[in-house]
């Protein structure tokens, strides 16, 4: 085994090559973290493991947009496993083709379970809960989200009750997995 391989096989975090967003190889850690073993995975679409079509959708137009200009991209999103069970992860992503950042590139996947619970949340909430995290104001996610920013405040204030925070600094604390 090379050294290249034996980084890939050992990586503490799921590692996958993408191409055209099909899985084309994976390590054993990404097989643990999705369920099944890694032969499992050769050209499944990583479609399956979203939460649904539209967030696919949405996450991938919005990384593609950032890796045009950077070849990179991170997040924490919400996964679903093989077996349908929901999840927080960390996801990061560097293109090995920046002309066509889909075409190939080198993802990683780290489970945050243990950090940062699930909590039942709606497609929308869950789209909230995310883009308020990357910072932005209930102005913005209303114009990213066509809607208006008193229905975001709405959905702000539903996740303010189901983290049980007082403030949008606790949310984002607790959204996070950052300690209180």
Not at 74 to 98: A, H, Y
């Amino acid at each position: 085994m090379t050294l290249q391989e034996l980084a890939f096989e050992n990586a503490p975090m799921g590692l996958v090559v993408l191409e055209h967003r099909i899985i084309r190889q994976c390590n054993q850690r990404f097989a643990d973290i999705f369920g099944d073993t890694p032969q499992d995975y050769k050209d499944v679409p990583l479609a399956l493991y979203y939460p649904s079509i539209e967030d696919y959708r949405r996450i991938g137009a919005r990384s593609l947009s950032i890796m045009r200009e950077t070849g990179r991209y991170n997040d924490e999103r919400i996964m679903k496993r093989r077996d349908g069970d929901l999840f927080w992860c960390r996801v990061r992503g560097q293109s090995t083709t920046p002309e066509a950042p889909f075409q190939q590139g080198v993802w990683s996947f780290t489970d945050l379970s243990d950090e940062r619970p699930l909590v039942e949340l709606t497609a929308r909430e869950r789209q909230v809960a995310i883009l308020t995290c990357q910072g932005m104001t209930s102005k913005e996610i209303g114009l990213d989200l066509n809607l208006s920013y008193r229905t975001i405040e709405m959905y702000r204030a539903r996740l303010l009750e189901k983290f049980q925070a007082r403030k949008l600094p606790e949310l984002v604390a607790k959204l996070s997995g950052m300690p209180l």
